[in-house]
């Protein structure tokens, strides 16, 4: 689960995202667009296609390994919201859902990609 997240300081990374058992992992190319910016369904959609294509990034995603720069992306930076803070929540969600974890929150509507 991710408890916290900001700007990266490693050079060429965008974000970093801690997770509940302490782990950092920076993500995003620091100069590159992505959904929360452009807010380009079509360019989401590509992306996403893209991506997905790529069997260990298939897998990875499926699975929900978040502890991957290109999982964290995928949910993240091109996830169903335009803003990062909702796209957390949702991948928090998800993570509960897969674990069997009940999760309850009235503030957002939680969709997968």
């Known amino acids: 689960m ?18 509940n058992n302490n782990k950092i992992i920076h993500f995003g190319y620091k100069y590159g667009n992505t959904y929360l910016n452009h807010h380009d369904i079509n360019k989401r959609t590509n992306y996403l296609k893209r991506h997905y294509n790529n069997e260990i990034e298939k897998y990875l995603i499926d699975n929900l390994i978040i502890e991957t720069p290109a999982v964290l992306s995928a949910y993240l930076l091109w996830g169903p919201f335009t803003d990062i803070t909702n796209n957390i929540h949702n991948l928090n969600a998800l993570m509960a859902f897969n674990k069997g974890y009940i999760f309850n929150n009235k503030d957002y509507d939680y969709v997968l990609i």
Request: without cysteine.
């Open 2 to 19: 991710i408890i916290e997240y900001g700007y990266s300081n490693r050079k060429n990374k965008k974000y970093y995202v801690k997770l």
